[in-house]
């Protein structure tokens, strides 16, 4: 329940297993190498719900109907009470 395995688990679903495994090694690398060129550095895991905290709910709404209106939908866009 990481940071890591959560971006796995979200790239695994988009661009296959291998891929995604490929993605996070290099992120992990990533992560190493800035830890050992700054000895003041440390790991602070992100956390598994990182990307549900830093969804812009306006445009990802958006982005959706724009995806919509391209299939020939028209959309309109009503507030649940």
Do not use: C, M
Not at 31 to 50: C, F, K, M, N, V
């Amino acid at each position: 329940n990481s940071f890591l395995a959560h971006r796995y688990r979200r790239l695994a679903r988009r661009i296959g297993k291998l891929r995604a495994i490929v993605a996070v090694s290099r992120t992990l690398l990533t992560i190493i190498w800035h830890l050992l060129t700054d000895p003041t550095q440390s790991y602070t895991d992100l956390g598994a719900d990182y990307y549900d905290r830093h969804i812009d709910t306006t445009r990802r709404t958006q982005r959706h109907v724009r995806d919509l209106q391209a299939l020939g939908y028209r959309v309109t866009l009503e507030p649940v009470a």
